[in-house]
């Protein structure tokens, strides 16, 4: 059941439905009474309570709140939500309150019970809510918290918006007592004739038989699994059509025990590095891509539907991609299922951004759990080739360290794709060096590079080198400069689109000296909101490092990569 719509909200800053007038959660008292979550709308006359869902205004779930209310564009802090339902639940069924995301703390109450606390803005989260259901009427209510703080992930310092609500998807889900928990279906490590993977069952009580079915593959294997639920299995293949780019074939998969079935569409592939190339399928390939954040220019605001991300995709594709940088975090689960299905390989990131409380223990559980629930959820889409660990963060011990570790867990969750991070690059002379102890690490050299914006002019870019320390394919992150989209002066004046065009000529004239270079993700397809871009002029509240401006107008610069992409794909 979609809980998708209408939900009327109450804006809170100083959290009074959270904690008493002694700083105390409402929620920890024994009666419980005086939160907002109580949804308490017919009172007595002689009580005195001081809110009330029922008439206050509504937004829309899945929706940001920034975008939607001219009084709430900037602001950062608690909001509650209430939505009511109808429900009749059977007694054979077990049920799950699920969210895709919600920015950046969530408190869920179901009829008034807490059900819990959620950290991380781009991840979903679920509560077993099978004992907490009403015959008939039912409510839910979250309180919301999207206040940027030191320890969290990303930290305080950010240059993207800081959109706050239930920004996807809310689903009531009904199970049978026993079901398919999970499953895991692609090809295994550099072995295009073997699937391997697993499913688990939740609530057996002992040994369950299960099928698993590929049916144009003629594939129909029978398994039981473990006392756990588990059975893990590899299954030869033959005449499989691969998913690439070129042609990004799904497979319907089909997974049935006795009382449940899920089906899916995985496409299958191998992706690997051999000195500074890269291997899809074992066929050498460039990555002809293109940064995006999770934003709808058109409405300043997240993305919220299909046809939202279709649009967004329709542009990386018409700007020649194959391949698409989703920054800086985790990014809505049907964005990648719709790259699989249009054939857009993924670099998948999570919000490990610039400078991070790199010694605290809870802020490194909370990124690994981030890196952790990322790979659980997309660990069978085809589309995701790389899982990158973070954006842009300086170099030191402690960072060393943490960075390190994610590294370690991402390589333990999933073998078969490549790691990365965005990393940094050093100046001297005409000399650019790449060198980070990361590096030795993960799988790609990547970095991200500004000159002829934060260093350096346009006119000069020809001139520079590139000292990279690794045998590894190189991939540029980030590269690019501001432009508004219809400014026109000469190509030396800061923020005109002839200045942001020559900055991508002369980028692609200094990048293609470089052995190895194997792709690239420009920054960034779409002009994107920022508090940190503020002339009055040229920015007002927008980063205007898109190719496309926020009305959907290409810029210069949208040529300029769209023929340089044309040309790759010729060669």
């Known amino acids: 059941m979609s809980l998708n719509g209408r939900w009327n909200y109450i804006i809170d800053p100083y959290q009074m439905g959270y904690l008493d007038y002694r700083q105390e959660p409402y929620d920890q008292r024994k009666s419980g009474n005086g939160g907002f979550f109580d949804n308490i709308t017919k009172v007595e006359k002689s009580k005195i309570v001081e809110y009330n869902f029922d008439y206050e205004p509504s937004l829309k779930v899945p929706g940001d709140w920034n975008s939607q209310s001219e009084k709430l564009e900037f602001y950062e802090g608690t909001l509650w939500y209430r ?10 069924k077990r049920y799950f309150l699920h ?17 819990g606390t959620h950290k991380g803005g781009f991840t979903p989260f679920q509560y077993e809510v099978t004992d907490h259901l009403n015959s008939g009427n039912n409510f839910v209510v979250v309180m919301v918290n999207n206040t940027r703080k030191k320890d ?8 993207w918006w800081n959109y706050g609500g239930i920004t996807r998807d809310v689903i009531l889900i009904e199970t049978p007592k026993t079901f398919i928990r999970d499953y895991k279906v692609q090809l295994a490590k550099n072995d295009r004739q073997l699937i391997k993977g697993f499913i688990q069952m939740e609530g057996v009580a002992a040994i369950e038989p299960v099928v698993l079915e590929i049916p144009e593959l003629k594939i129909k294997n029978r398994f039981n699994t473990n006392e756990s639920g588990r059975v893990e299995f590899e299954i030869p293949v033959k005449n499989v059509r691969y998913w690439s780019p070129e042609d990004p074939k799904l497979y319907q998969v089909e997974i049935s025990s006795s009382l449940d079935d899920v089906s899916d569409k995985i496409g299958l592939r191998t992706i690997r590095t051999e000195g500074k190339n ?45 391949y698409v940088r989703l920054a800086h975090y985790t990014h809505n689960e049907t964005m990648l299922r719709l790259a ?30 981030q890196l952790a629930v990322g790979i659980e959820r997309d660990k069978n889409r085809a589309s995701v080739i790389i899982w990158s660990v973070g954006n842009e963060t300086p170099v030191t011990e402690p960072r060393n360290v943490f960075m390190g570790n994610l590294i370690k867990k991402a390589r333990s969750l999933d073998n078969t794709r490549l790691i990365a991070a965005a990393l940094e690059v050093e100046r001297e002379g005409y000399t650019v ?12 050299a990547s970095f991200n590079e500004y000159g002829g914006w934060y260093w ?20 540029i992150s980030e590269f690019g400069g501001g432009a508004l989209a219809g400014f026109h002066a000469d190509d030396d004046t800061v923020w005109s689109e002839e200045f942001q065009e020559l900055l991508y000529k002369n980028q692609i004239e200094m990048l293609e000296k470089i052995d190895g270079l194997r792709g690239m993700t420009p920054w960034i397809l779409v002009d994107f909101k920022s508090p940190r871009r503020q002339h009055p002029v040229y920015q007002n509240f927008w980063n205007r490092k898109g190719l496309i401006s926020e009305t959907g107008q290409k810029k210069k610069a949208f040529f300029v990569l769209q023929k340089y992409y044309k040309e790759k794909s010729m060669n």
């Open 340 to 369: 699989d299905e249009m054939g857009l390989m993924v670099w998948s990131e999570v919000p490990v951004y610039w400078t991070i409380s790199w010694t605290k223990e809870e802020t490194f559980q909370n990124a690994e759990n």
């Open 83 to 92: 939505r009511e339902f109808q429900l009749s639940p059977e007694n054979d």
């Open 99 to 115: 969210f895709g995301a919600v920015n950046y703390e969530a408190h869920v109450y179901l009829n008034g019970k807490k059900l």
């Open 278 to 322: 890269i291997f899809l399928n074992n066929k050498s390939m460039f990555l002809k891509g293109i940064s995006m954040h999770d934003e709808n220019p058109l409405i300043g605001g997240r993305l919220r539907s299909e046809g939202d991300m279709r649009m967004m995709l329709n542009w990386a594709k018409e700007l020649g991609c194959n």
């Open 152 to 159: 969290e992930i990303p930290t305080v310092n950010t240059d």
């Open 456 to 475: 350096s002019e346009p006119k000069e870019l020809p001139k520079y080198n590139f000292v990279i320390q690794y045998n590894k394919p190189v991939i």
């Open 433 to 444: 060096t790449v060198e980070d102890p990361l590096g030795e690490l993960i799988d790609l």
